[in-house]
């Protein structure tokens, strides 16, 4: 079959860039049991530029299970553990050698954390999809700062343990959490700058929750759990932002407040304040 110079040309340049570019990629992997040295209880920072997160829960006697696949000309991968007074720090890092396009597939990791050990989590994530299923860990504290990302956090299993603070910083992203209520947290606080936000906060509550939600310019799906007492308050620019209730039983007790009729009497109780400048918020309750 006759075919025209051009594309015969264009298959023999197809052919050259497909070879130099499986020549020049460089995969490694690498697989790391962290085991406790003695460590009652873990610090846990890490700090991922970009590519894609796996973390979940794992009954293990060891630390941590690391398994990493990256390449070393585009990423630098590090695991440090020390343990001081009992207290095991775990510190883990990918970041980019080059701030050019990046293929999240390039740089892979899944990160199993022991539920064994009570912990404080500090997590931030660049241009990542990541997803962290951390159902069953005992976290007391919890802090995360998502940058451009994708991201889902899962708590399938009830936290043991209470979460004093559960702390999000969220930048031009999208993020998806489910189960919220299992994290048994005290205190959860998102600052939302641009982006969209799924927060599902049924699960199990023990005792009273406070959340505080700031949302600059996006929107916002909120479920809370139906049989749990409520008090919403709401801060909203006038004309910019919305904040609608669905399937709800609360009245309007003052200028933008609301509450459950049975709230003042509950010991197991939310009390939630929404502040939202540019966007939309909607509210719904569900078993």
């Given amino acids: 079959m ?22 020049s990629a460089r995969s490694m992997h690498e697989q790391k049991k962290i085991d406790p040295d003695g460590a009652k209880r873990l610090e846990v920072e890490f700090n991922f530029s970009a590519g ?10 060891t630390v941590a299970d690391i398994d990493i696949t990256y390449d070393d000309r585009q990423s630098d991968a590090t695991v440090e ?12 890092e990918s970041e980019l050698k080059k701030k050019t396009s990046f293929d999240t597939d390039d740089n892979e ?10 912990m404080s989590m500090d997590l931030n994530l660049g241009a990542s999809d990541a997803e962290l299923e951390l159902g069953g860990l005992q976290i007391e504290q919890f802090k995360i700062d998502v940058g451009a990302a994708s991201c889902h956090i899962g708590f399938t ?10 702390s999000v910083e969220a930048g031009a992203c999208s993020i998806e959490m489910s189960d919220i209520g299992n994290a048994n947290f005290e205190s959860f606080e998102l600052e939302g700058g641009v982006g969209s936000f799924d927060l ?16 600059g310019i996006g929107s916002a799906d909120i479920t809370l759990p139906r049989g749990i007492p409520v008090r919403i308050e709401v801060d909203r620019a006038p004309f910019l932002s919305s904040v609608e209730f669905h399937r709800g039983d609360v009245d309007e007790i ?10 003042e009497s509950a010991d ?20």
């Fill in 2 to 23: 006759y075919r025209p110079r051009f594309w015969m040309g264009c298959s023999h340049l197809l052919v050259a860039l497909m070879v130099v570019t499986t020549v």
């Fill in 200 to 215: 599902d906060f049924r699960g199990d509550y023990t005792a009273e929750s406070s959340i505080e939600l700031e949302i």
């Fill in 268 to 287: 197991v109780r939310i009390i939630m304040k929404i502040e939202v400048g540019l966007g939309s918020v909607d509210i719904t309750w569900r078993r």
């Fill in 52 to 61: 894609e997160l796996r973390m979940d829960a794992i009954d293990s006697k």
């Fill in 254 to 263: 003052d200028d933008d407040i609301y509450e459950s009729a049975d709230f």
């Fill in 157 to 166: 299993e009830p936290n043991p343990v209470r979460m004093e603070r559960f």
């Fill in 109 to 118: 990791w899944s990160v199993g954390l022991s539920s064994r050990y009570p």
């Fill in 81 to 92: 553990y020390e343990v001081d007074g009992g207290v095991g720090r775990l510190f883990l």
